[in-house]
């Protein structure tokens, strides 16, 4: 069965410090995988999607920025972190059929305050 | 650009009850949509999908229905039970598959 990691699962981190959240997803290959970002009592914002190694797509422009180095490895980066960048982050995975996406799959989520 | 409404107070009923929620959309016709559930501080669990041409799908208590032309689906939890309290997220998929968008949920608290 299909599995997703995220780490950490709380982050406490100063204004200015950098950021690296990991996911990994076990059971499946060549998987869409998606980083979300969900403020209090918010919808989920979609931040960067992956259909394969290498492939980003940004969806909101900030100082994060995501790679794929592994085809079941998404990472979430940050140089600097900002105030308005706490919030509670989810990784995501679909299976992909020629592009198309169907159910996602969640992580636990890390809940991160910038501070 | 494509938005998703959903009633962003929570919904109070009586175990045992029906619970009726609500997704509008506009400026969009995707071709399937998706129901989710969140408890507090977990990630979204998935439960359904609906595609474009049908028009009810059933799982279990729950039951989703799609109307295209109303651009509105509506989720049903048929013999609710405290533990169905939870938030229930309404997502639609965007032109060329990738992406899904997420209403901000509806917050349903069902009392013993």
């Known amino acids: 069965s299909q599995t997703i990691h995220q780490w950490p699962a709380t982050l406490v981190q100063p204004v200015g410090s950098p950021l690296s959240l990991e996911c990994t997803v076990e059971?499946?290959?060549?998987?869409?995988l998606y980083w979300y970002r969900q403020a209090a009592g918010r919808g989920l914002q979609l931040l960067f999607y992956?259909?394969?190694?290498?492939?980003i797509s940004s969806e909101v422009p900030q100082n994060l920025s995501a790679s794929r180095p592994q085809d079941r490895q998404f990472i979430l980066s940050s140089k600097k972190l900002l105030l308005s960048d706490s919030g509670f982050y989810l990784c995501?995975?679909?299976?992909?059929?020629?592009?198309?996406?169907?159910?996602?799959?969640f992580g636990p989520g890390t809940r991160l305050t910038v501070t | 650009s494509q938005k998703i409404e959903q009633n962003s107070e929570a919904l109070n009923i009586q175990e045992g009850k029906t619970a009726t929620l609500t997704c509008n959309y506009t400026?969009?016709?995707?071709?399937?949509l998706q129901w989710y559930r969140q408890d507090p501080g977990r990630g979204p669990v998935f439960l359904l999908l609906?595609?474009?041409?049908?028009k009810e799908k059933r799982k279990e208590r729950l039951k989703v229905t799609f109307d295209t032309t109303l651009k509105q689906s509506l989720f049903h939890i048929t013999a609710s039970q405290p533990a169905d309290s939870a938030t229930y997220l309404c997502?639609?998929?965007?032109?060329?598959?990738?992406?899904?968008?997420f209403g901000a949920g509806t917050r349903l608290f069902v009392k013993a």
């Open positions: 059971g499946t290959s060549n998987p869409n």
């Open positions: 995501a995975w679909s299976v992909g059929r020629r592009g198309i996406s169907y159910e996602q799959y």
């Open positions: 609906i595609r474009e041409n049908e």
């Open positions: 992956s259909v394969g190694i290498g492939q």
């Open positions: 400026n969009y016709s995707p071709a399937y």
């Open positions: 997502a639609l998929e965007v032109t060329g598959g990738f992406k899904t968008i």
